[in-house]
T-cell receptor, first 110, second 113 residues
C-alpha cells in the first residue's frame, strides 16, 4: 500500500520567515495530494491541494509543489505569522483513500 | 468551519465493550470516510461509504464496521474494544465527483480503560 514520509517532524521559525515541509510517497498511482492544518484539539483543516497533472499551486502565502517523477511534494509558507503555528499533515490519495504523513509541528515565534 | 458534525464529542468505555460513533456529512456531500488518529500521529484510513455501501477499507480488523444511511450520515461501530482503540475518530465527507477532497468533522475522542 501507499506510504507517506514527512519531514521535518518539528520546525521552528521566526515571524516573517518562510517555512518548507516536504513529503515523499511510494505509490505512483496516487494522484491527489492535500495538505491539512490541525490546531490543538481541533479538526484537520484542508488548506491547499494539488492534483498529479499540476506542478505547482499557490494560494496567497501558501504554495504546494509536486514532482511526480521523484514522488516528492512540498508545502511552502511565506511571511509566516504566529497564527500559522499548528501541526501540518500531508497526504496522498488514490480513489479517495487518504494516506497521511506523520505530521510537522510548526512553531512561529513572534 | 466545515458542515461536518460528529457525536459524541468524548466517550469513555472499558475493554471488551462496544461503541457507536456518528457523523453527519456536509450538505451536498454523499461520501463519508472514517479515520483513526492516535495521539501524535496522522489520521489512518478505516473505510469509506458511498451510496450506503463500503467503498474501500484500510488495514483494520472486522470488529470495525460501519453504516451509511439514505441521508448520507454514517456510523462507525467498534466491537470488543481494546486499549489500543483509544484515539480520536474523525469522519470526513466529500462529493461523489471528488471523493478525495475531504472535509473533516471535529472528531470523537474515545478512551478505552
Amino acid at each position: 500500500g501507499e506510504n507517506v514520509e514527512q519531514h521535518p517532524s518539528t520546525l521552528s521559525v521566526q515571524e516573517g520567515d518562510s517555512a518548507v515541509i516536504k513529503c515523499t510517497y511510494s505509490d505512483s498511482a496516487s494522484n491527489y495530494f492535500p495538505w491539512y492544518k490541525q490546531e490543538l484539539g481541533k479538526r484537520p483543516q484542508l488548506i491547499i491541494d494539488i492534483r498529479s497533472n499540476v506542478g505547482e499551486k499557490k494560494d496567497q502565502r501558501i504554495a504546494v509543489t509536486l514532482n511526480k517523477t521523484a514522488k516528492h511534494f512540498s508545502l511552502h509558507i511565506t511571511e509566516t505569522q504566529p497564527e500559522d503555528s499548528a501541526v501540518y499533515f500531508c497526504a496522498a490519495s488514490y480513489y479517495g483513500k487518504l494516506t497521511f504523513g506523520q505530521g510537522t509541528i510548526l512553531t512561529v515565534h513572534p | 468551519e466545515t458542515g461536518v458534525t460528529q457525536s459524541p464529542t468524548h466517550l469513555i468505555k472499558t475493554r471488551g465493550q462496544q461503541v457507536t460513533l456518528r457523523c453527519s456529512s456536509q450538505s451536498g456531500h454523499n461520501t463519508v470516510s472514517w479515520y483513526q488518529q492516535a495521539l501524535g500521529q496522522g489520521p489512518q484510513f478505516i473505510f469509506q461509504y458511498y451510496r450506503e455501501e463500503e467503498n474501500g477499507r484500510g488495514n483494520f480488523p472486522p470488529r470495525f464496521s460501519g453504516l451509511q444511511f439514505p441521508n448520507y450520515s454514517s456510523e462507525l461501530n467498534v466491537n470488543a474494544l481494546e486499549l489500543d482503540d483509544s484515539a480520536l475518530y474523525l469522519c470526513a465527507s466529500s462529493r461523489y465527483d471528488s471523493t478525495d477532497t475531504q472535509y473533516f468533522g471535529p472528531g470523537t475522542r474515545l478512551t478505552v480503560l
